[in-house]
């Protein structure tokens, strides 16, 4: 994506059914569980870069022992500085101890991070602060070991202003407002609760406070205290959590919104962001790899006992499709067919737009997450070349000699990697335009290949704000003097911000409404920012369920292709010779291609969550004031 967007966040969670000498047996180390989840959090590191961090817990400890062990990173590269701070201080253990090396007892009693559960998580910072304190697992300590609480998620809450409200309603007092301490207070509170109904009724039964604890582990109903705690979230979720005792969970939230797989056998419990992270793993083929269903938790208990419950009831499933067109890994093999069906359908709109001459046109992508839709594409466009071929031969049948067959069949498909993205540079001059200028060479060209009377057609995963395209990539294909570019998304025109995840919480950074506003002045109809923002003020005091987005009403009064035109001409200027065009997919057709993720409120504005409505109005408030904020 020309256009960086952050996206939080990757979780991956594992629970080793076997005893730690088993793996020490079989895989040659006790500590396969912390290698393994290693690999997954580094195969899932283009989820977040700005943070990551890890958390075990072994097992059937006694009094006195530490069971719980928890390290976090925000340094630059977070997963190898987490691992090298395991790493080092495994070693050191074994180096001063080494009557531990074989002896896997003595290595679950004196090495910290060694466990069988384990919870990772990466993180992109796209609210709060790129601090440590930010980073996840977060832990909530308490002294029984059944109300300890560790959390790390994927997610962002719509409604965290109401969470930290029930939380002062219940007599706490939250150290922060950021949804990932609302959450885990909440799911803290009903653990606390649920324990103490436990103890309560336990010394009713005549046990003693110590032959309690056993019991409150195997009675501790995981998914009652979800059900509680989850009530009054809206947002997009996959939550993992573990307690201190070791009972486990990854709940997904009713829209399906953010995405969550599973994977077990009689040795490994394993839950990640996404499915081919546990393929590559541990070795498994697709088919047993299981998406974890809306509204859903897997629950682990600490005898192992894994169930799959309904925690809420599902709601229409909304998928996120960004999750297709860019931020998942495209070895995943639905999403690698989604992405070049995405290449292949929007072929005919760039067919049109080149009026059908694949002779004189130069296709190419923006690297890298777009190449797969580039070579459904160029798939597309080689069964164009192949029919303009059948039918030049079928007309010239009766005179064609073998030197103009030839000449026929060995017309190519011109494709070449045009645009290279050099090492990022750093604006660390203030000044603007010195600025623009650094921006401007953050893609480099190939020069040679393109002649006067070419188009040139690039095709992008998305293009969101049209800053890197603007400032850089169309000036730099522009000095191979092109007849035309055409910049072509594989994802529709993005009109909304997000509120569950993705960075794009601003509607004045979004390409798409710039040029619908540029349009509303143009046709002399810009005083319907005015009446939208009364409505979306009339709004602000109704509960979720009853507020509409009349944000879209911004965009009803024109086509698609108008405002992909007047995009085109924001993103260009008096310097660039080439006429300059921009392609969008159409939401029809990303339905098509992503048929299992029809999550598109970026897109349409329908958003899945009541939520989502009130974000987007506010977000509009906030552009019409003037006011630099986050709209959730």
Same mark, same amino acid.
């Given at each position: 994506?020309?256009?960086?967007?952050?996206?939080?966040?990757?979780?991956?969670?594992?629970?080793?059914?076997?005893?730690?000498?088993?793996?020490?047996?079989?895989?040659?180390?006790?500590?396969?569980?912390?290698?393994?989840?290693?690999?997954?959090?580094?195969?899932?590191?283009?989820?977040?870069?700005?943070?990551?961090?890890?958390?075990?817990?072994?097992?059937?400890?006694?009094?006195?022992?530490?069971? $719980?062990?928890?390290? &976090?990173?925000?340094?630059?590269?977070?997963?190898?500085?987490?691992?090298?701070?395991?790493?080092?201080?495994?070693?050191?253990?074994?180096?001063?101890?080494?009557?531990?090396?074989?002896?896997?007892?003595?290595?679950?009693?004196?090495?910290?991070?060694?466990?069988?559960?384990?919870?990772?998580?990466?993180?992109?910072?796209?609210?709060?602060?790129?601090?440590?304190?930010?980073?996840?697992?977060?832990?909530?300590?308490?002294?029984?070991?059944?109300?300890?609480?560790?959390?790390?998620?994927?997610?962002?809450?719509?409604?965290?202003?109401?969470?930290?409200?029930?939380?002062?309603?219940?007599?706490?007092?939250?150290?922060?407002?950021?949804?990932?301490?609302?959450?885990?207070?909440? $799911?803290?509170?009903?653990?606390?609760?649920?324990?103490?109904?436990?103890?309560?009724?336990?010394?009713?039964?005549?046990?003693?406070?110590?032959?309690?604890?056993?019991?409150?582990?195997?009675?501790?109903?995981?998914?009652?205290?979800?059900?509680?705690?989850?009530?009054?979230?809206?947002?997009?979720?996959?939550?993992?959590?573990?307690?201190?005792?070791?009972?486990?969970?990854?709940?997904?939230?009713?829209?399906?919104?953010?995405?969550?797989?599973?994977?077990?056998?009689?040795?490994?419990?394993?839950?990640?962001?996404?499915?081919?992270?546990?393929?590559?793993?541990?070795?498994?083929?697709?088919?047993?790899?299981?998406?974890?269903?809306?509204?859903?938790?897997?629950?682990?208990?600490?005898?192992?006992?894994?169930?799959?419950?309904?925690?809420?009831?599902?709601?229409?499933?909304?998928?996120?499709?960004?999750?297709?067109?860019?931020?998942?890994?495209?070895?995943?093999?639905?999403?690698?067919?989604?992405?070049?069906?995405?290449?292949?359908?929007?072929?005919?709109?760039?067919?049109?737009?080149?009026?059908?001459?694949?002779?004189?046109?130069?296709?190419?992508?923006?690297?890298?997450?777009?190449?797969?839709?580039?070579?459904?594409?160029?798939?597309?466009?080689?069964?164009?070349?192949?029919?303009?071929?059948?039918?030049?031969?079928?007309?010239?049948?009766?005179?064609?000699?073998?030197?103009?067959?030839?000449? $026929?069949?060995?017309?190519?498909?011109?494709?070449?990697?045009?645009?290279?993205?050099?090492?990022?540079?750093?604006?660390?001059?203030?000044?603007?335009?010195?600025?623009?200028?650094?921006?401007?060479?953050?893609?480099?060209?190939?020069?040679?290949?393109?002649?006067?009377?070419?188009?040139?057609?690039? $095709?992008?995963?998305?293009?969101?704000?049209?800053?890197?395209?603007?400032?850089?990539?169309?000036?730099?294909?522009?000095?191979?003097?092109?007849?035309?570019?055409?910049?072509?998304?594989?994802?529709?025109?993005?009109?909304?911000?997000?509120?569950?995840?993705?960075?794009?919480?601003?509607?004045?950074?979004?390409?798409?409404?710039?040029?619908?506003?540029?349009?509303?002045?143009?046709?002399?109809?810009?005083?319907?920012?005015?009446?939208?923002?009364?409505?979306?003020?009339?709004?602000?005091?109704?509960?979720?369920?009853?507020?509409?987005?009349?944000?879209?009403?911004?965009?009803?009064?024109?086509?698609?292709?108008?405002?992909?035109?007047?995009?085109?001409?924001?993103?260009?200027?008096?310097?660039?010779?080439?006429?300059?065009?921009?392609?969008?997919?159409?939401?029809?057709?990303?339905?098509?291609?992503?048929?299992?993720?029809?999550?598109?409120?970026?897109?349409?504005?329908?958003?899945?969550?009541?939520?989502?409505? &009130?974000?987007?109005?506010?977000?509009?408030?906030?552009?019409?004031?003037?006011?630099?904020?986050?709209?959730?």
């Amino acid at each position: 994506m020309s256009d960086a967007l952050k996206h939080e966040c990757g979780i991956a969670f594992i629970r080793l059914l076997k005893p730690l000498e088993y793996y020490k047996e079989k895989y040659g180390s006790a500590f396969y569980g912390v290698n393994k989840m290693y690999l997954m959090m580094e195969k899932q590191h283009n989820r977040g870069q700005d943070g990551a961090g890890f958390a075990s817990i072994k097992l059937d400890r006694p009094p006195g022992e530490r069971y $719980i062990s928890r390290v &976090r990173s925000s340094a630059s590269q977070p997963i190898q500085d987490i691992f090298s701070q395991i790493n080092d201080r495994i070693n050191k253990e074994l180096v001063e101890h080494p009557e531990y090396t074989d002896n896997v007892d003595l290595q679950k009693k004196n090495i910290p991070y060694i466990g069988e559960v384990l919870l990772g998580h990466v993180r992109y910072g796209t609210f709060g602060k790129n601090s440590v304190e930010s980073v996840h697992p977060f832990l909530r300590q308490n002294n029984w070991m059944h109300r300890n609480l560790i959390v790390a998620g994927n997610f962002n809450m719509t409604n965290n202003n109401v969470l930290f409200e029930n939380l002062v309603r219940l007599g706490q007092h939250p150290k922060d407002h950021v949804d990932t301490v609302t959450v885990m207070e909440k $799911i803290g509170h009903f653990l606390d609760s649920e324990v103490a109904k436990l103890y309560k009724k336990l010394k009713k039964e005549g046990y003693s406070k110590v032959d309690a604890s056993p019991q409150i582990v195997e009675r501790l109903n995981v998914a009652k205290i979800l059900k509680k705690s989850s009530k009054d979230w809206d947002g997009g979720y996959a939550m993992a959590g573990m307690l201190g005792h070791g009972d486990a969970f990854v709940l997904r939230d009713p829209a399906g919104i953010r995405p969550a797989y599973y994977y077990q056998d009689d040795e490994v419990v394993v839950v990640a962001s996404e499915r081919p992270v546990i393929q590559t793993v541990f070795n498994v083929p697709f088919d047993q790899v299981i998406e974890l269903d809306p509204g859903k938790a897997i629950i682990v208990k600490k005898n192992g006992k894994t169930s799959i419950s309904k925690i809420m009831d599902p709601l229409e499933r909304k998928a996120c499709s960004f999750e297709r067109i860019y931020f998942s890994r495209g070895s995943d093999a639905e999403i690698y067919k989604e992405r070049k069906n995405l290449g292949k359908l929007i072929m005919p709109q760039v067919l049109k737009e080149i009026d059908h001459d694949t002779v004189n046109t130069v296709f190419s992508f923006i690297p890298n997450t777009a190449e797969t839709s580039f070579y459904g594409m160029v798939e597309a466009a080689q069964d164009e070349l192949n029919k303009q071929k059948n039918e030049t031969i079928l007309a010239e049948k009766d005179s064609l000699t073998d030197e103009r067959l030839s000449e $026929i069949l060995s017309a190519r498909l011109r494709t070449e990697k045009l645009a290279i993205k050099d090492a990022k540079l750093r604006t660390f001059i203030t000044e603007d335009s010195s600025r623009d200028d650094l921006v401007a060479h953050v893609y480099d060209v190939t020069y040679g290949v393109v002649k006067s009377e070419d188009n040139l057609v690039i $095709i992008d995963d998305s293009i969101v704000r049209g800053t890197t395209l603007k400032k850089s990539i169309i000036k730099m294909l522009d000095r191979l003097n092109p007849k035309k570019i055409i910049v072509v998304s594989s994802a529709p025109q993005i009109r909304y911000p997000d509120c569950y995840g993705i960075d794009m919480a601003r509607l004045e950074g979004l390409i798409a409404f710039k040029a619908s506003l540029e349009l509303l002045k143009e046709n002399g109809n810009y005083s319907l920012v005015e009446e939208v923002y009364k409505k979306c003020k009339a709004q602000e005091n109704l509960a979720d369920e009853k507020v509409h987005n009349f944000v879209k009403e911004i965009y009803e009064g024109f086509t698609d292709q108008e405002i992909s035109d007047k995009i085109a001409e924001l993103l260009s200027d008096e310097t660039v010779g080439a006429e300059i065009k921009i392609i969008y997919q159409t939401v029809d057709n990303l339905h098509k291609a992503c048929p299992k993720n029809l999550g598109d409120w970026y897109f349409t504005g329908d958003y899945p969550t009541a939520g989502g409505n &009130r974000v987007v109005n506010k977000a509009f408030i906030n552009f019409f004031e003037g006011k630099d904020e986050r709209a959730y």
